[in-house]
């Protein structure tokens, strides 16, 4: 989870895994979010933004921060492509590439 601009794991340091629909394989390990994490993100985006560390920040700043995460999305996405197109198509999930 992603938690006041760091990486951090469950409050009760849960995991769940995620497997292929598909298959039933493997696929990794995901944070188990509570309520507690739920409490404590929630905390922190109040607080960004009423001291102004979100709130204060140009459209540009915000736009530009949202744009890195994604690039770290599409980066995980790029480096699994042959896996995601697998299970997706194994799935008969259609997938479009630009």
Not at 39 to 62: L, N
Request: charged share 25%; glycine share 8%; with cysteine.
């Amino acid at each position: 989870m992603w938690i006041d601009g760091k990486e951090v794991p469950a409050a009760a340091g849960g995991k769940l895994e995620v497997m292929n629909p598909a298959t039933g394989a493997h696929l990794c390990y995901s944070a188990e979010g509570r309520a507690e994490d739920v409490e404590t993100a929630v905390s922190a985006a109040k607080r960004a933004f009423e001291d102004g560390r979100w709130s204060q920040q140009t459209p540009r700043a915000r736009a530009k921060v949202k744009g890195e995460i994604v690039v770290v999305e599409l980066d995980i996405i790029a480096h699994n492509t042959n896996d995601l197109f697998l299970m997706c198509s194994s799935s008969f999930i259609l997938l479009a590439y630009p």
